[in-house]
Nanobody, 122 residues
Framework: QVQLVESGGGLVQAGDSLRLSCAAS????????MAWFRQASGKEREFLAA???????YYADSVKGRFTISRDNTKNTAYLQMNSLKPEDTAVYYC????????????????WGQGTQVTVSS
């Protein structure tokens, strides 16, 4: 099993930046792919960004150009740098990972963190 712990969330103002971290532990086996999702109140879970073992990245249109996903494979940690935050970015942000090679980077993750709250005031 793999455990994921997100950190770095908080309350910020519109236009501010925030950097989330996701630390993986347990039987990570390198974590082939890691990703970030978010879920706002009353809405479905939304894909944000994903990164492969070789650091290829994938982004949702809603955050492309504002958010940047990265990873440090030696630390089994993924990051999400969020810039130019908007009130509509307010949500619980979740880290996800898998140790299986799959073609779909937008879903099909096996491990999930507990989430970290990001609130953006106007």
């Amino acid at each position: 099993q793999v455990q994921l712990v997100e950190s770095g969330g908080g309350l910020v103002q519109a236009g501010d930046s925030l950097r989330l971290s996701c630390a993986a532990s347990g039987r990570t086996f390198g974590n082939v792919a890691m990703a970030w999702f978010r879920q706002a109140s009353g809405k479905e879970r939304e894909f944000l960004a994903a990164i492969s073992w070789t650091r290829r990245t994938y982004y949702a249109d809603s955050v492309k150009g504002r958010f940047t996903i990265s990873r440090d494979n030696t630390k089994n940690t993924a990051y999400l740098q969020m810039n130019s935050l908007k009130p509509e970015d307010t949500a619980v942000y979740y880290c996800a990972a898998r140790n299986v090679v799959r073609s779909n980077y937008y879903s099909e993750y096996d491990y999930w963190g507990q989430g970290t709250q990001v609130t953006v005031s106007s």
